[in-house]
């Protein structure tokens, strides 16, 4: 008779065998910024048989989160993005070791974060500053593999998500705002890196513009593309784990 870990992974160790199963477990992956990409992204990862997950947010959920963002409710509204992501995430799977670091990613507090004690560093990050210090320290850093998630507001068709290496993504303002950043201060990624993106070009926002902390505008987002751009994040790491079996 199978054991309660044995059935949970039971349907995906049929398509992928053992051996990555075993690998998957083993793998150590974090994730910045769990909004309306990085939740759906973590959830996947974990469903699929990741078992040693950091999630890292600062921001509480707030009730314009609950179009998009997977742990948003009613009854949500007010905690902490991560504190509700994990507690979800441990209802899952019991047996996972999930950390929950409300944090903002920065260039000051990089060197708490250890990348080096991870295998794969998911990157959901919204501001432009973060996003850039986070891409040149993750690839800075050999034993990482890095996946960024590039615009997935102001998009509706969740059939024009793909993936790309970052400098071969077209006719996405934050890849292009990104290189010309990097351009800018003269420091460049240490290595090539893939990116989920769409080829969508983005919309215009049809309501009134809101502006969110320090009078950061704020676009309008689907949740149709965002999870996509979750799932499909989550994607690469099974894969590329599958691959390498």
Known sequence: MMSDAEMFTSRTALLLGEEAIHRLAETK???????????????????????????????????????????????????A???????????ISSDADIRAMRMAYSAENAHEFHLEHYDYVIDAIDSLKDKANLILHATSVPSVTLYSSMGAALRTDPFRVSKTEFYNVIGDPLARALRQRFKHNKTY?????????????????????????????????????TAVFGFSLAGMVINDIRLKC
């Open 29 to 79: 992956v974090i994730v910045f910024g769990v909004g309306g990409v990085g939740s759906w992204c973590a959830e996947c990862l974990v469903r699929s048989g990741i078992r040693q997950l950091t999630i890292v947010d600062y921001d509480l959920i707030c009730m314009s989160n609950c179009n998009r963002q997977l742990m948003a409710t009613r009854k949500t509204i007010g905690m």
């Open 189 to 225: 990624p240490a290595r090539k890196f893939q990116c989920v993106y769409s080829k969508e070009l983005p919309m215009e926002n049809k309501g009134n513009i809101l502006a969110g902390e320090e009078g950061k505008r704020i676009n309008g987002s689907l949740n149709q593309v």
């Open 81 to 91: 993005k991560v504190d509700v992501l994990k507690q979800r995430l441990q209802d």
